[in-house]
């Protein structure tokens, strides 16, 4: 199993980044995928998460109204949508999956809203 990030980036507040998350090694389009972030000093939290059909199951309150996730099954990708970007949302991000009893997670990519 690989999953790997990217997409992420320097931002002013207010902009916009699309995260997205390429896997290989399973059948992608069977399995729940997640994003997770982490901030310096902070735990890591699941910021959104998405069934193998598509229906977003979480969605972190902050980032309500404001990010979307998505899948496209074809292309073995999930995407983060990240709209009206703040400085608290500044973080790793992750893409992760669990396949057969254990969690996979990629390197990350690193998203920073500064002013």
């Known amino acids: 199993v690989q999953l790997v990030e990217s997409g992420g980036g320097l931002v002013q507040p207010g902009g916009s980044l699309r995260l997205s998350c390429a896997a290989s090694?399973?059948?992608?389009?069977?399995?729940?995928m997640r994003w997770y972030r982490q901030a310096p000093g902070k735990e890591r939290e699941l910021v959104a998460a998405i069934t193998s059909t598509g229906v977003v199951t979480n969605l972190e309150d902050s980032v309500k109204g404001r990010f979307t996730i998505s899948r496209d099954n074809a292309k073995n990708t999930v995407y983060l949508q990240m709209n009206s970007l703040r400085p608290e949302d500044t973080a790793l991000y992750y893409c992760?999956?669990?396949?057969?009893?254990?969690?996979?997670w990629g390197q990350g990519t690193q998203v920073t809203v500064f002013s």
């Open positions: 090694g399973f059948t992608f389009s069977a399995y729940v």
């Open positions: 992760n999956t669990l396949f057969l009893g254990y969690s996979y």
